[in-house]
């Protein structure tokens, strides 16, 4: 049992990592380009779409932590997580549809 709850530990700590390096390398793409282009327009859409991929990582790592540690901080962290998801989605849509 003590091989599944590392190998659990694991994936969520690779889940972090991916979702951090990803988030931060939306950051930085949009950053130059807007650095090369002069234009700001499409930076914010960029870093959103990037934040929300990103977040898509840290929602399967609080999943997995859920797994790992069933509390009710683990669960409170969990719909958490989900929710500031939801917002940066609902955001991005909005951004998209207006135009911005």
């Not at 929300?52 to 840290?58: I, K």
């Not at 962290?77 to 909005?94: E, K, Y």
Request: charge should be positive; hydrophobic fraction near 50%; glycine fraction near 8%.
């Amino acid at each position: 049992m003590d091989l599944y709850y590392s190998a659990v530990d694991v994936l969520r700590t690779s889940l972090l990592l991916v979702g951090s390096v990803v988030v931060f390398v939306g950051i930085g793409r949009a950053g130059l380009e807007a650095l090369r282009a002069r234009s700001r327009q499409r930076v914010p859409r960029q870093i959103m779409a990037h934040a929300a991929l990103g977040l898509e990582f840290f929602v399967g790592a609080t999943i997995l932590n859920l797994i790992l540690n069933p509390t009710w901080t683990a669960i409170q962290t969990t719909l958490l997580t989900i929710m500031i998801r939801q917002l940066v989605t609902l955001s991005l849509n909005r951004a998209s549809r207006s135009g911005v």
